[in-house]
């Protein structure tokens, strides 16, 4: 018995490139035709092609990922509440409990956005200049969510080894979080994203 391979022919970079549709995940419809998704194409293609052409289709999935990803539009901090709120539109994706500014150093009200995110950060004793030692064990753990500044100082999101502290009033302003909760709300934000911040 003959095997006979269908062949596939795409345009990429200005050229056509065919390989045997058996290499590609397909479905067949009640005609018999194949049905294959750009998802699928994609995946197979992948290891057929120059390490150059590689390249360009992994960027479309990184870009096609970052479509995918479910963004908060908002976030509302409710001080009273010791608990901040990530909506999407009017649709709440998640709420966490942190730890809020202490008398005198009060978190701010009003309405900000994010400015800086950054991952790992490093902090800066301001009282003696020192500088820790990034992870989960320094003052500002594993995230940094920054929305408010003078210039000098900044306020932000921000990880903490003192977990217990959470629900308490206890920063220099700034809301603390655990670092598996400000990991999570990290992939959720974007620079840009308001934040509201009530008493």
Request: aromatic share 8%.
């Amino acid at each position: 018995m003959k095997f006979r391979q269908l062949l596939i022919s795409l345009t990429l970079a200005g050229g056509s490139l065919f390989f045997p549709i058996s290499l590609i995940n397909k479905r067949v419809d009640a005609g018999g035709m194949a049905i294959l998704s750009k998802i699928e194409i994609t995946k197979n293609i992948t290891s057929l092609i120059t390490p150059a052409i590689s390249e360009k289709v992994s960027l479309t999935d990184k870009i096609s990922w970052a479509e995918s990803r479910v963004l908060a539009t908002r976030l509302v901090l409710k001080l009273k509440e010791r608990r901040v709120y990530a909506y999407q539109d009017d649709r709440l994706l998640a709420s966490y409990r942190v730890a809020i500014g202490k008398k005198g150093w009060e978190t701010p009200q009003g309405k900000f956005e994010i400015t800086q995110m950054v991952k790992n950060p490093k902090w800066e004793n301001p009282w003696n200049g020192r500088i820790s030692a990034p992870g989960p064990n320094s003052p500002l753990g594993e995230r940094w969510i920054g929305f408010w500044t003078d210039g000098k100082d900044s306020i932000g999101f921000h990880g903490t080894p003192g977990e217990h502290l959470m629900g308490q009033a206890v920063s220099h302003g700034c809301v603390r979080m655990k670092n598996a909760d400000v990991r999570a709300l990290f992939e959720l934000v974007d620079k840009g994203i308001l934040v509201i911040v009530q008493p």
